[in-house]
């Protein structure tokens, strides 16, 4: 066969085989696996936050109590961060990230439903803020379980010294699957960026999203669904509860502030896993999250300090590791939201503000808020959250927001229009989480009674609640 033939005919099976194989690699091509650097980054992430709560939102908070307390404390965040985490495998993950109505998902993802067929051995994908960049499901399943667990476990710092053990768990069963499923959902929940095909289609996708999302609210970590929801949440549980035996008339300062500042630090460390974590890839939106949380945390400590300095005549360890906090609370919505200038900007207001919320507002309010929740994560977290929309601004050195996800197109509604924003979800949040509070405090009352004996109470949890001691006398 001459020469010319064979070619011919080797490009004619050539093309017949490729032909064949068009659509598989049409269909590889529309769904790329994830990026092993953002699967990595993610897991990291992940690992991050659960420190957070265990041991860094445990030590924090016990070593704000007494004595005879902290070990009921530590039991507290552990077994709390552990019934949530179940349940959220259980069904909070699809109540909180399935397609179903504006307020809350289906039941789709039951027990983790579809997250991996054993027959393919394939992986389900969920989407990041990139198209054709998606991340395993399971990864995004478990760092937003350490999301909804330490949530939870923030509510605790209201309730310490004088709550039953049994009444604390049916709460927050209760308290996560009434406020914190459905706002996660009103506030996270779209459809993704590979949705978002041609502009004839926006409208529709549009809908699927949740509430507080089709609004255009920005949170990019969780400044309405973790720190509002479950510092509201907490005041509502102080005021429930009622206070301490003593309280206003004996000393109940905290027994550990080391212990303490041991905590704030593994927070602030966790944290990074927190925002940066929320980018969902290890890209540029990271890197400002990571810098932002770090920025704006250290603001918070030198403007706390400074504000108790003047007011006290002395700074304390307690404001810088308070102050520490608020930063990472208020920075939380805007981390990945906003520029370096919104990060000075919001470190140093909060600070102050947060200095106000623990002082004078809690004086106006007149709850035994006992590790101040409401005056850190609920002030810090309005704060964070209305300044999410002024510093998102490109004029004020912000990244602006996409407006348009078929084409990736950023742009800005204009200060005011997106503080309007901002403040609308605010107050839809410390309504809706307010009135669950009560409700399921009301039936937890009920059902268990929520507060220990008197004789308890004075001996100190520890002993009663729980048969041992964090410390030997």
Known sequence: MPAAAKTARTLSRLSAALAVLAPALSHAAAAPLPDKGDTAWMLTATALVLLMSVPGLALFYGGLVRTKNMLSVLMQVFVGFSLITVLWCIYGYSLAFTEGNSVIGGLSR????????????????????????????????????????????????????????????????????????????????????????AADKVAAVNATGG???????????????????????????????????????????????????VGASLLWFGWFGFNAGSALEANGSAAMAFMNTYLATACAVLSWMGGEWLIKGKPS?????????????????AAGNV??????????????????????LKKLIKADDSLDVFGVHAV???????????????????????????????????????????????????????????????VVDLVVGLRVPEEEEREGLDITSHGERAYDL
């Open 110 to 197: 039951l027990f983790l439903n579809g997250t991996f067929d054993p027959k393919t051995g394939t992986y389900s994908l969920a989407s990041t803020f990139s198209k054709h960049t998606p991340l395993y499901e399971l990864v995004y399943v478990a760092f937003q379980a350490t999301f909804a667990a330490i949530t939870c476990c923030l509510i605790l710092g209201a309730l310490v010294e004088r709550i039953r053990f049994s009444a604390l768990l049916l709460f927050l069963a209760i308290w996560f699957t009434f406020s914190y499923c459905p706002i996660a959902h009103m506030v996270w929940y779209w459809a993704g960026p590979d949705a978002y095909t």
């Open 339 to 360: 520029g370096i200038p919104g990060a000075f900007a919001i470190g140093i207001g909060v600070g102050l503000a947060c200095l106000w919320g623990v002082t004078g």
């Open 317 to 333: 360890m307690l404001g810088a590791a308070s102050g520490a906090v608020a930063g990472l609370v208020a920075i939380t919505p």
């Open 380 to 442: 810090g977290g309005i704060f964070g959250a209305l300044m999410t929309g002024i510093f998102n601004a490109p004029f004020l050195g912000g990244p602006g927001s996409t407006v348009d996800w078929v084409t990736g197109a950023t742009g800005y509604p204009g200060v005011w229009t997106q503080f309007l924003i901002q403040l609308k979800a605010v107050c839809l949040v410390f309504a809706w989480t307010a009135v669950v509070a009560f409700i399921a405090f009301y």
């Open 211 to 261: 509430l507080i999302w089709q609004w255009g609210a920005l949170d990019f970590a969780g400044g309405t669904v973790v720190h509002i929801n479950a510092g509201v949440a907490g005041l509502v549980g102080a005021f429930v509860l009622g206070k301490r035996i003593g309280f206003g008339r004996e000393p109940m300062a905290p027994h550990s502030l080391t212990m303490t500042m």
